[in-house]
């Protein structure tokens, strides 16, 4: 697994912490072999044009590389508080794609396609 060097918000969960690494607009980079230890459980970076979404499963990384301005479908964001992170909110966009529908006779119904990371909520809400 490799991830360019950029400037990222986010966090990176590694099977020997209790709690992830936090990176707020921070320079990083990383290449790690799928057999490696530690190894990162999961993680979320964006650096405000792509979104990276890590997980670890079965001794394999998958890594699912989002870039925002090629998205399409609608669009509804979402805010979700972290429980190890000092309460920091995380953005995420929901993407809801139309798909015909069996139940609704063949009829185009939105449906939930991806959740991507957008970041860090900096606003006091």
């Not at 707020?24 to 990162?40: G, K, M, S, T």
Request: with cysteine.
């Amino acid at each position: 697994m490799k991830i360019e060097k950029s400037k990222y918000q986010g966090y990176l969960w590694y099977s020997d912490k209790k709690e992830p690494q936090v990176l707020n607009n921070e320079v990083f980079e990383l290449e790690i072999a799928d057999n490696a230890n530690p190894f990162v459980i999961e993680g979320q970076l964006f650096d405000g044009q792509k979104s990276i979404s890590i997980k670890y499963v079965d001794g394999k990384y998958i890594v699912n590389t989002y870039d925002l301005d090629a998205l399409d479908g609608v669009m509804q964001e979402q805010k979700f508080y972290s429980h190890k992170m000092d309460g920091k909110q995380l953005k995420f966009r929901q993407i809801w794609k139309e798909q015909p529908d069996e139940l609704c006779e063949g009829m185009q119904v939105l449906q939930p396609a991806e959740l991507i990371f957008v970041g860090f909520n900096n606003e006091e809400d």
